[in-house]
């Protein structure tokens, strides 16, 4: 089974800075998933990534294959932006359930 | 827009009680899952469907079932609540075309069991 470690678990900043979060994975994947919680539950999908860079608005997803390795970059951080950011993986081997798992989560605080 | 709701936002029920908690999809999407959603543990699936009337366990399936009698539905059933049940709990439903997959969230049930 793949595991999915993401850090920091937990990140404060003030607004403006530029905010990164790291996820590793330890076996090969299709894809994977950055998804953003805010407060209050609901769960959207920012981006997914099978290779390279995405970016969108002051988003930006890359992972590199060969280190099993993606960051998740915000630039000029707003207190909008606060949220829990969670990374999930599909397997390249499919299995159960798509093969997605998730990582803990990072929760971002971004202060005014 | 992909919409998943969920039948009700907060829930509080009594230790022993029988606890339905409904999800629905309006994409015909053939793929439905719960999750709960605990402080340190992430998301952890506990039942998923790939059809109607199919489910299989996920990794917490102790304590809960489910049921799909439609495709659009997916009832996570709690048949008798403990507070260890409080928690988040998360319904999706995803589809998958070619390389490309995408999961759709509910807004969550937030269950206290007292």
């Known amino acids: 089974k793949n595991e999915v470690e993401q850090s920091p678990q937990n990140l404060t900043a003030q607004e403006g800075e530029f905010i990164t979060i790291n996820c590793s994975y330890s076996?090969?994947?299709?894809?994977l998933h950055w998804l953003q919680q805010h407060p209050g539950g609901g769960i959207v999908s920012l981006f997914m990534?099978?290779?390279g860079k995405k970016k969108h608005g002051r988003l930006i997803a890359t992972i590199n294959i060969q280190e099993k390795h993606s960051s998740l970059h915000i630039t000029a951080s707003h207190p909008r932006d606060s949220a829990v950011y969670i990374c999930?993986?599909?397997?390249?081997?499919?299995?159960?359930?798509?093969?997605?798992?998730f990582g803990k989560g990072t929760h971002l605080i971004i202060q005014p | 827009d992909v919409k998943v709701t969920q039948s009700s936002r907060y829930l509080v029920k009594r230790t022993g009680e029988k606890v339905f908690l409904e999800c629905v999809q309006d994409?015909?999407?053939?793929?439905m899952f719960w999750y709960r959603q605990d402080p340190g543990l992430g998301l952890r699936l506990i039942y998923f469907s790939y059809d109607v009337k199919m489910k299989e366990k996920g990794d917490i399936p102790e304590g809960y079932s489910v049921s799909r009698e439609k495709k659009e539905r997916f009832s996570l059933i709690l048949e008798s609540a403990s507070t260890n049940q409080t928690s988040m709990y998360l319904c999706a439903s995803s589809f998958i075309v070619g390389s490309s997959y995408e999961q759709y969230f509910g807004p969550g049930t937030r269950l206290t069991v007292t």
């Open positions: 076996v090969g994947i299709s894809a």
């Open positions: 999930a993986v599909r397997s390249s081997s499919g299995g159960g359930a798509d093969g997605l798992t």
């Open positions: 990534l099978s290779s």
């Open positions: 994409m015909d999407h053939e793929n």
